[in-house]
């Protein structure tokens, strides 16, 4: 399937491993030169040099925090005039909600509702003047089936879904589509360090604790995460100016229910 996506340009935040950086890849796939932001430079020329080799795509880095102010103006100045924009950044921290303070939930809100409210705010009217715009968020799971020990992804998540869904109707008529997509569990770092922790509290060997994961979901497997890149690059299709204010779960049948 032709995306019609050749020669555009994106945005690809947080995006030098897992889910940002397979988000990239797929892009770039099906010719959209891509600039990823991350904090570590190193990391970020290594998923450069990757996604440059298996595409042949123009691949940008930008070092820095995209929480930031420095972060997004430096990711917005290697790319003023973007056609895509993916919001991703790393995701809160897990705990209990009587161990957070104010700082706390300033910083999920910030990383997570915040900043891809202003990276919108920075590219969708040029979008809108282009008449061509497409916007994914990546959240999670957790903003339909909230995840007791992730309160703070859970609520911060969810502030940037209903911001976005009132936002995503405003400008559909102008061809600019604004997203989310809904990583249920995909094997990145983010995981592994989560299974990890579990691993730790419970003494159970890493191993096994992803297989039972597994073998709860309807799929038997864990999310592979370059299935979810194309899922990202199918939202920005040309042929998906129809897809408004969606939120997309991939999540191998976790969550469960009759629609939706
Ligand atoms: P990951 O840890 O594998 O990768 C995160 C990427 O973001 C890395 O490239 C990292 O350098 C970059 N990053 C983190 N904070 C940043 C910042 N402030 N500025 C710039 N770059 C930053 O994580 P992932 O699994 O790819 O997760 C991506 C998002 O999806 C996270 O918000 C995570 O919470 C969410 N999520 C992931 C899963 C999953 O199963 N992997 C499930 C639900 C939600």
Redesign the pocket.
């Known amino acids: 399937m032709d995306l019609g996506l050749q020669g555009r340009k994106a945005i690809v935040?947080?995006?030098?491993?897992?889910?940002?950086?397979a988000c990239a890849m797929s892009l770039a796939m099906n010719g959209v030169d891509v600039v990823i932001?991350?904090?570590?430079r190193a990391?970020l020329e290594a998923a450069a040099a990757e996604i440059r080799k298996a595409s042949g795509a123009k691949v940008t880095v930008v070092a820095?925090?995209?929480?930031t102010e420095a972060?997004r103006a430096a990711a917005l100045a290697a790319c003023p005039e973007p056609d895509i924009l993916v919001n991703?950044?790393?995701?809160p921290p897990r705990g209990d909600f009587r161990d957070w303070g104010r700082d706390d939930w300033m910083k999920a809100v910030d990383?997570?509702m915040i900043t891809p409210i202003l990276m919108i705010k920075a590219v969708v009217d040029g979008m809108i003047a282009r008449k061509f715009g497409r916007i994914v968020n990546?959240t999670?799971?957790?903003v339909k089936s909230p995840i007791s020990e992730l309160g703070l992804?859970n609520g911060a998540r969810a502030g940037l879904t209903g911001f976005v869904g009132g936002l995503a109707r405003q400008v559909a008529q102008h061809n600019v589509t604004i997203n989310g997509l809904l990583?249920?569990?995909?094997l990145?770092?983010?995981?592994r360090s989560g299974i990890a922790e579990a691993a730790r509290q419970t003494s159970r060997p890493a191993d096994e604790i992803i297989a039972e994961r597994a073998r709860r979901t309807p799929a038997g497997r864990i999310g592979n995460?370059a299935e979810f890149g194309e899922a990202c690059a199918f939202l920005c299709a040309a042929s998906s100016g129809y897809i408004v204010g969606q939120n997309l779960l991939l999540d191998g049948g976790a969550f469960n229910s009759t629609m939706g």
């Open positions: 935040c947080a995006a030098s491993k897992g889910l940002g950086k932001t991350a904090r570590t990391d820095g925090d995209i929480t972060g991703n950044a790393g995701g990383a997570n990546i999670s799971i957790s992804s990583p249920g569990a995909f990145t770092d983010r995981l995460p």
